[in-house]
């Protein structure tokens, strides 16, 4: 996925002129959302619970930290949850397991991502419910399932929705793709059980539980036991790499803490090479986790990326878990 073209956030001339084909993707995507709700397309339900997180424009909004923040949030309140996704990014076929050491290129990135920092069983594939039915094969303790991404993926039934909405960008000029950044129109987030907010903006959005992203700490992408602090940074020239949905953010979070900063932006799930990290130099490289699982195979001394965490509005989790209803107790052995 490429980064989002600027002329999305306005009613300029090209988005008026794709208007008509926006209108077709409007129609057909709502018509799509009709037949399942209508019962003409079918819709499958999982033995467990299924909490959806999302969002209706494309883009990072940040759903990936916030499925990490839920599956902590949830094994401490006595549920064990399990994680499915599309693997974006990733060239396998069919369902299969992700574990922290797979491969990024297989399995995608945020996969990998969500594997590194969950701590719960994730599976991938392109069908949800396919990837769901292995996953509680494999793990029949998991009481519940996480899916990251698919609020559009309607075939597979869910308990709870949640849309995430990026702060600062909002929905731009607020039409379907390809005029805008829209999956579906606003109005759908009234329809969902919960709406996140993930940073402050300027941009009107639907009253929601706030979230930001925080990062503090650099690892050094060699030696993983070497961790600086980012602050400690400031005043340091470096290059930033970003492969991300919303690239800015990482760059302005570098520059509010104090770096002089040459921005390197790369398209969404980029597949890195060792010759696109060459920049001629010998200065500090820093990129985001999700990048830095695709490059530790080839990473220099001089490497470092910034783990994020999610902080999320506790009450979220209030309303997750009360649509869940009591954890499963598992059988005495």
């Known amino acids: ?3 989002a073209p ?10 008026l002129a794709l208007l008509p084909l926006a209108s077709l993707y409007a129609l057909v995507m709502e018509g799509r959302r009709e037949l399942y709700l209508r019962g003409w397309k079918k819709t499958l339900r999982l033995p467990v619970p299924v909490v959806v997180v999302g969002n209706i424009t494309v883009g990072g909004t940040g759903k990936t930290p916030l499925i990490v923040w839920l599956a902590h949030g949830l094994a401490r309140r006595g549920y064990r949850p399990g994680i499915v996704t599309r693997g974006y990014g990733g060239s396998g076929k069919g369902e299969s397991e992700v574990r922290p050491d797979s491969d990024p290129g297989d399995a995608g990135d945020e996969t990998v991502l969500l594997a590194r920092r969950s701590g719960c069983p994730v599976w991938r594939g392109a069908d949800r419910v396919a990837a769901g ?3 509680l094969a494999a793990h029949p ?3 519940c399932i996480l899916s990251d991404d698919g609020l559009q993926h309607y075939r597979l039934a869910r308990r709870v929705e949640i849309a995430v909405v990026d702060g600062a960008r909002g929905f731009g000029n607020r039409l379907p793709l390809p005029a805008g950044p829209l999956r579906e129109p606003v109005d759908r987030l009234e329809q969902v059980d919960a709406v996140v907010i993930n940073g402050p903006g300027e941009v009107p959005v639907p009253a929601g539980f706030a979230m930001r992203l925080s990062g503090e700490k650099l690892v050094n992408m060699v030696q ?5 602090d980012l602050a400690a940074k400031a005043g340091t020239k470096v290059h930033a790499v970003a492969g991300i949905g919303n690239p800015d953010r990482f760059f302005r979070t570098l520059r509010a803490a104090g770096l002089e900063v040459t921005e390197h932006a790369f398209p969404d799930h980029h597949r890195f090479t060792p010759a696109d990290l ?3 130099d010998d200065l500090p490289v820093i990129m985001t986790e999700k990048d830095a699982v695709k490059c530790f ?3 220099a001394e001089r490497w470092w990326y910034l783990p994020v965490a999610a902080s999320a509005d506790p009450a979220l989790l209030d309303v997750v878990t ?8 598992l059988p005495a052995r």
């Open 6 to 15: 600027a002329f999305w956030n306005s009613l300029g001339p090209l988005a």
């Open 278 to 280: 060459d920049f001629g």
């Open 133 to 135: 039915r292995a996953l």
């Open 297 to 299: 195979g080839f990473a």
């Open 322 to 329: 009360t649509r869940l209803g009591a954890p499963r107790t």
């Open 141 to 143: 303790e998991c009481d």
């Open 224 to 228: 993983g036991h070497r961790v600086r």
């Open 1 to 3: 996925m490429k980064a």
